[in-house]
Nanobody, 126 residues
Framework: AVQLVESGGDSVQVGGSLTLSCQIS????????LAWFRQAPEKKREGVAA?????????YYSDSAKGRFTISRDSAKNTMFLQMNTLEPDDTAMYYC??????????????????WGQGTQVTVSA
C-alpha cells in the first residue's frame, strides 16, 4: 500500500500562485502513476495532472490545467508537487493526490486509483 499526505493548500487571490505537495510513503518500489485530482462543492471529481514514475516518465494534464499548472516530483524525497499559476475562482476545490500502478498513466483521468490522500483545500477569491 501507498500512503499519501497533501499539504500547501491555502486561500489566494485571483491571478495568484500556489504549490501543493504530496508526501508519498509505503511500497513505491514499482512504477506508479501519481496524480492530482480536485473536487469542488456539488461538482464531480476531476483529474488535474498526472506523472508516471517509471521509464519514459511522462506528464499529463487536463485541458483546464494545461499552460497554468505544472506537475513534478522529487524522487529522492518521495514528494510530488503541483505548481499552480494564474489561479482562477474555478480552481477553488479540495485537491487530492492519488497513486496507482497504471502503466504510463493510461486512463488516469478516469480516477480509478487505489491510493488517495486526505486532501488539501485551495480557495481562490477575487
Amino acid at each position: 500500500a501507498v500512503q499519501l499526505v497533501e499539504s500547501g493548500g491555502d486561500s489566494v487571490q485571483v491571478g495568484g500562485s500556489l504549490t501543493l505537495s504530496c508526501q508519498i510513503s509505503g511500497n513505491t518500489a514499482n512504477p506508479y502513476c501519481l496524480a492530482w485530482f480536485r473536487q469542488a462543492p456539488e461538482k464531480k471529481r476531476e483529474g488535474v495532472a498526472a506523472i508516471y514514475t517509471g521509464r519514459n516518465s511522462g506528464t499529463y494534464y487536463s485541458d483546464s490545467a494545461k499552460g497554468r499548472f505544472t506537475i513534478s516530483r522529487d524522487s529522492a524525497k518521495n514528494t510530488m508537487f503541483l505548481q499552480m499559476n494564474t489561479l482562477e475562482p474555478d480552481d477553488t476545490a479540495m485537491y487530492y493526490c492519488a497513486a496507482d500502478p497504471k502503466y504510463m498513466c493510461f486512463g488516469w483521468d478516469r480516477g480509478d486509483f487505489g491510493n488517495w490522500g486526505q486532501g488539501t483545500q485551495v480557495t481562490v477569491s477575487a
